[in-house]
Nanobody, 126 residues
Framework: QVQLVESGGGLVQAGGSLRLSCAASGRTFSAYAMGWFRQAPGKEREFVAAVAWSGGSPWYADFVKGRFTLSREKAKNMVYLQMNSLKPEDTAVYYC???????????????????WGQGTRVTVSS
């Protein structure tokens, strides 16, 4: 069973930065897609970023607008989300997720992911 644990959330002022971490364990992730999602109260869970563990460039949601960067540290089974220029509308619980996707596809919908962390809360004040 794959286990994912997020950390790094907290309270930050608008314009500030935060780095979220996702520690993955249980097996090798060479065939996996790794994603970041977020969910604000009363809203649907939405896609933020994703990447194939094996390589390639990450895919980002349009609202990121160059502010967020997804990275991997394969030797430590870690996935990161560097968030800069944070806005109040970024306030949400952020989740990391993993799945073995179809070949040639990077999933961007929550239902496409099988494994989920418990989430880490990000609050951006104005």
């Amino acid at each position: 069973q794959v286990q994912l644990v997020e950390s790094g959330g907290g309270l930050v002022q608008a314009g500030g930065s935060l780095r979220l971490s996702c520690a993955a364990s249980g097996r090798t992730f060479s065939a996996y897609a790794m994603g970041w999602f977020r969910q604000a109260p009363g809203k649907e869970r939405e896609f933020v970023a994703a990447v194939a563990w094996s390589g390639g460039s990450p895919w980002y949601a349009d609202f990121v607008k160059g502010r967020f960067t997804l990275s991997r540290e394969k030797a430590k089974n870690m996935v990161y989300l560097q968030m800069n220029s944070l806005k109040p509308e970024d306030t949400a619980v952020y989740y990391c997720a993993a799945v073995i996707p179809d070949l040639g596809a990077t999933p961007t919908r929550p239902y496409q992911y099988r494994y989920w962390g418990q989430g880490t809360r990000v609050t951006v004040s104005s």
